[in-house]
């Protein structure tokens, strides 16, 4: 079998050219006569590839001086205890924006440390929105405002970022990580899993502002504390070495196609193909109000689960896989991240066509 159209959301596709100088430097990474993932993390060739991680994350994203840039593992999960551990610490407050299952489940988290309530929410609609708020929104004396910028499973995106006036504002930015420019310096922190956008999974890249560092409560793990890590040049014990080396690969990638703004016009028009087929079928119905739809997450439903059923196998027999919706759900999704090429979502609009034609 060939390479499919994988649409899953994370671990997800990779860009194939990625996979094939990954794949023509295993065994012998730059004459070195090893490969990266059996190299010391202490090596100088290890130290030169994490180097040009952080300098490819710098770049890309414009990251300001004052900034640190982490490679951590444990997840975006983790990071939901970690948040709090170290950032929650002046008058033990936070407001929290409850946009989905991501932002849920770091809002409970976090109120195991402090008194954390949810500022706005979208759950009235199941998540089919994004809220708006406003610095009135907000508490006046909390330590950070935190919220989850692109919702995975529910399909929608934040088009706005939430004015906290002077209070630090943190977003998680996993499922939408390097997917367009964003302006770093409005946050005290942002962070993401890889595994969506950026690399195989057991990385995360955090990028925080280097004043919130060195205030986690003195209770706080070593491993889940920021300072430790940023003092340490993310190596404080052994990092997920090939895990970084792909990412170094997939931002060069990100660099040579023109950067974020050449993302963003790639993934607008790759998205525009899919809604604009969805605004127009009569069998397949998308699910997030318009203006809040996501570039990287698309679900949409028939409505009658032994079609949804049919359409799921069908796809998969004919090489576009993972559409399945998250079961909170039901119905399709489609994550089209950037290495999604442009034509595996005109082939799964054809599909589509093809598929509704037969059923209607
Ligand atoms: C996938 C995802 C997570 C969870 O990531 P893990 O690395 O599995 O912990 C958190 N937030 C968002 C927005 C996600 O898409």
Redesign the pocket.
């Known amino acids: 079998m060939g390479r499919v159209y994988n649409f899953s ?2 671990p997800s596709m990779l860009p194939e050219s990625v996979l094939n100088k990954a794949a023509a430097e295993m065994l012998d990474y730059e004459g070195t006569g090893t490969s990266v993932m059996e190299m010391s993390h202490r090596s100088k060739a290890f130290q030169g590839i994490i180097d040009s991680a952080e300098a490819l994350v710098r770049e890309i994203y414009k990251v300001p001086d004052n900034y640190k840039v982490l490679f951590l593992q ?5 990071q939901f205890a970690a948040i709090p551990l170290n950032f929650m610490n002046g008058t033990g407050k936070a407001d929290y924006i409850i946009t989905g299952r ?1 932002a849920n ?1 770091a809002f409970k988290e976090a109120k195991k440390y402090g008194d954390v309530v949810a500022a706005a929410s979208s759950e009235d609609k199941t998540y089919t929105y994004i809220p708006k708020t406003t610095r009135e929104s907000f508490r006046d004396d909390i330590d950070y405002v935190y919220y ?6 529910y399909g929608t995106t934040f088009k706005y970022i939430p004015d906290t006036g002077d209070i630090p504002l943190i977003a ?4 939408c990580f390097f997917s367009e420019p964003l302006d770093i310096s409005k946050f005290a922190m942002v962070y ?2 890889a ?2 956008n950026v690399a195989p ?1 057991g990385l ?1 890249i955090a990028i925080i502002r280097e004043d919130m560092l060195g205030h986690a409560r003195d209770y706080t793990p070593t491993m889940l504390d920021y300072k430790i890590h940023a003092d340490n040049g993310s190596m404080y014990n052994t990092p997920p070495c090939y895990t970084i080396y792909m990412c170094k690969l997939v931002l060069e990638w990100i660099k040579s196609i023109g950067g974020l703004d050449a993302m963003k016009a790639r993934n607008e028009a790759k998205a525009k193909i899919l809604y604009d087929y969805l605004d127009s079928s009569k069998l397949f119905k998308g699910t997030v109000v318009k203006e809040d739809r996501s570039l990287m997450n698309v679900p949409f439903v028939i409505g009658d689960k032994d079609m949804e059923a049919k359409f799921i196998a069908e796809a998969t027999e004919a090489g576009f896989i993972n559409l399945k919706g998250h079961k909170t759900v039901g119905g399709m999704r489609a994550s089209i991240y950037n290495a999604m090429p442009i034509e595996g979502v005109e082939k799964l609009v054809e599909f589509m066509k093809k598929f509704e034609e037969a059923n209607s």
């Open positions: 959301a994370g444990g997840g975006a999960s983790t991501w489940q989850c910028m692109n919702n995975t499973i998680d930015v996993s499922s993401g899993g595994q969506k999974a995360v």
